[in-house]
């Protein structure tokens, strides 16, 4: 599990370093990030999800189990928020989704990778091609309901279709089904292209650490910190293990991925609605330097069979 995580660990702390210290520009992590998450990075998800074998990989159960924990712990999060904290009101829709919305590509994705394998690619994609819809289509409804405001069903979906790593997950999913295969020369360059994306990305994380504050209210952060690294994966693990009994990997995989920290996404959603954009903030910063912690204590408790 050391061996694992390590290398993940020092790329992301390596980021942080090389902007900690002026080694590396705000405008450069700028730059280098739209060209990850813009072309690098959908590439990697479109061809890697073109080509997977997705026969047999994948059943009701563990969308069932991935999406009811992580829609329940956003109801719960949106519902339970505003007794604990008077001031989270008009914010609670943003509170539910820094608490729920996972890195799941940039954290989740080498995570497994390392611990399974390379195969465990194409299960994950599928897990999570409707994450980010789902989350970001729940925040805006339930924001419009407590703000009396009209919930703008043509904006959000051209905001979607403008996702480029939706459109690579898509795109790389209907090439897949369609059965197409590419030519040995495309296949080939566009493996090679997209070779630095998911090191890229775990050093632009560590970039970004640096650029969010955690400030604010630092009790909202650390709720939604231990909400997000705690109560999703615990609801995950028992749906998963006690309710669909699934098999090892599947539980491995989901629970990881539920227990990321908090995507940057959120905070960019959270400005988008114009409500809660500092704790959203401090909650992606806090719960990534504490799933440092939080991440291999999951795996322990998966590895002796706590449950």
């Not at 060209?35 to 999800?49: C, D, G, R, V, Y």
């Not at 919930?151 to 898509?170: A, T, W």
């Not at 050093?203 to 400030?215: H, M, P, S, V």
Request: hydrophobic share 55%; charged share 5%.
């Amino acid at each position: 599990m050391f061996a694992s995580l390590f290398p993940l660990v020092v790329l992301v702390l390596l980021g942080y370093l090389a902007i900690r210290t002026g080694r590396v520009s705000q405008s450069t992590i700028s730059e280098i990030s739209k060209i990850t998450f813009s072309w690098l990075f959908p590439l990697f998800l479109f061809i890697n999800i073109a080509q997977a074998n997705l026969s047999g990989v994948l059943s009701y159960s563990v969308f069932l189990t991935f999406y009811g924990a992580v829609f329940m712990t956003f109801l719960f999060t949106y519902l339970v928020s505003p007794r604990v904290f008077k001031k989270v009101n008009e914010s609670r829709a943003v509170f539910a989704l820094g608490s729920t919305y996972s890195n799941t590509v940039i954290v989740g994705l080498p995570i497994l990778i390392s611990l399974i394998s390379p195969n465990v690619t194409a299960l994950v994609f599928l897990i999570i091609s409707f994450h980010s819809a789902m989350l970001f289509a729940a925040t805006s409804f339930f924001t419009s309901v407590t703000t009396n405001k009209a919930f703008d069903v043509k904006s959000f979906l051209l905001e979607l279709c403008k996702n480029p790593l939706l459109v690579g997950i898509y795109a790389g999913l209907l090439m897949n089904l369609t059965g197409i295969d590419f030519p040995e020369f495309i296949s080939s360059s566009l493996h090679l292209l997209t070779k630095p994306a998911l090191t890229l990305a775990l050093f632009i994380l560590g970039a970004n650490l640096y650029q969010y504050r955690l400030a604010g209210s630092y009790g909202q952060i650390a709720t939604a910190s231990l909400i997000k690294l705690i109560l999703l994966p615990l609801f995950t693990l028992l749906l998963a293990h006690e309710v669909f009994q699934l098999s090892q990997n599947l539980v491995l995989t989901l629970v990881v991925l539920t227990a990321c920290p908090t995507g940057v996404n959120a905070y960019i959603v959270a400005c988008q609605q114009n409500y809660g954009q500092s704790v959203v903030a401090g909650t992606v910063v806090m719960s990534t330097l504490l799933s440092v912690i939080t991440i291999p204590a999951w795996l322990l408790i998966l590895e002796y069979g706590v449950f």
